[in-house]
């Protein structure tokens, strides 16, 4: 502590000069004798009588609020034994209106006359008004306020964490605003249980609640996970104790700062990029910022962009692609897999691998997945006249699925040419998430109905349901490039696809091999009886006219 003798006459002068010059309330707290002087203004604003005491303690208790009067006793005492130099707490107290302001009190601990003094300031942070009245936490705004007010200290750092309460929405749409009042109580309960300073815990918009963490000797980024999952424990065993009356997991997102370099309102763009991560990386936990990830998604968003720019420009710089496929009974062209290509203005040639992920992400395939639809039709029309059985693989992405009316828009764009149903193949590579929808079997079911038939993408190289092959929803199973490759050499890629193809043939189900590129591959796999083959043995995804030219020159087109 300082030891510093002073004339508390002359400071008291100094005090009232001072006062008026700044937004600032100025103090002296007396310990010793439990006296107070605070500069003169202090009595237009705060529930004070005068600006000097005799029994300073006592006018504390009046104008402090009751829950964070131990708080600031605490650190009083901390200061009068000697265990602490400074002041800084952020509490709050009444105002002449009778509300609680949120303030920032900081001074020093000094020693003068063998007396112990408080010498410092208190700034005002936030209004009462800004409180949330559910949870009695303060908003948004007040943490806006403690960051920036953190922000004049050096070398000041620590991180923030935002904790989101999973499927809010259904929560409150399910069982109601009560319930969802009560889960965000608990959820604050909990945060309350590990840090119980009031301006450390702040209520977002929505379901979230924001914790405040500037960094001391104990306290590093380390910290946020473990804190994250003690708060998780915490609530898992409130549920436990009611019975799972009410049940909810939590997700959250962590951001360090350094507040030479960040401003609030980064700080928080980056620890809600965390927790949308964390939300999207199945719920239910915790993530930290990464620069390197959200300058990705920014990427991402960015070609999203373009991409929605080109489809609403009338498909800007997508062209359809058609790569043969053989029949192996008498290795002829049996029909072709309509493939998307992209070429923007902006980021020139793009790989469906790349772009396909982007546009399932936006729902941006169903509008150009129908463009596709009414374009394959288009040629597979115009090429049934010169092979009368020709047959168009179409690729349908499980959003399509799932969230458009796909049989209309199949029917619609398919029905207005001539070609029969029959000539169509749908390519789906299944996924759990789809298996898991009932109203995808229905969509099925409509599709067979109406005579289309469907291909198993992809078959071998994830998740593959065998029911649909019992089912005969599929008649096709397509077996992946990456068992092709070699086959002549490779005896475990033989045996693979040697199994795959009399399992399906079994089933009275046809196989069709991808990606054979040379003579002796596609030997091997026609001894194994594929039925069908493509690859770039028989030709590469090319446009249309070069599809014309190359595979149906043989026969006139009309
Ligand atoms: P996919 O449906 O498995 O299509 C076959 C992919 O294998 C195509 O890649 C094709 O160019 C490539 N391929 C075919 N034969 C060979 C070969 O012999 N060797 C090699 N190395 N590759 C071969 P592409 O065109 O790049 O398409 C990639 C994926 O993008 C497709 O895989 C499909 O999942 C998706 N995709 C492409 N077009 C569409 C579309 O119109 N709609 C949807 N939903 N997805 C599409
Ligand atoms: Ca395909
Ligand atoms: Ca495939």
Known sequence: MIRRDFDLEEMKYFLHLVGQSTDDYLYILDLTNDKAVYSKSITNVFALDSEEFSNATQELVKVVHPDDIDMLMNDIEDGMNGRKSSHNLEYRWKTVDGEYVAINCRGQYIISHGAIYLIGRISEIGKQSRFDNNTGLYREIVLENVYNEYAKTRNASGFIMLVGVDNFKEINEKYGAKTGDEVLNILTDSIKKYIDTPLRIFRMPGDECAIFMPYSMENDIGQAKILYKRIRNRIDRTIEKRKYDIFFTISAGVAEFDTEKDSFNELLKNAKFALHAAKLNGKNRCEIFAETEYTEYIEKLSVQDELRRCISEGFEGFELYFQPIYNTDNDSLSG??????WNSKKYGFTGPNTFIP??????????????IINTAAKACNRWITSIPDFVMHINLSFVQIVKSNIVKDVLENIERYSAANNHYVFEITETIEMDQIPAVQNVFKEFVKNDFRFAIDDFGTGYSNYGYMRDRTFDIVKVDRSFVTDIDKLKDNYLMVSFIIKMVHEMGLHVCIE????????????????DYIQGYYYGKPICLQDFEEQHLKRFVLG
């Open 358 to 371: 982007l546009l399932e992400d936006s729902a941006l395939i169903i509008p150009l997945g129908r463009w």
């Open 336 to 341: 072709a897999e309509a493939l998307i290509r």
């Open 515 to 530: 990606g054979v590129e040379t003579k002796e591959e596609l030997s091997c796999v026609k001894k194994l009886g594929a």
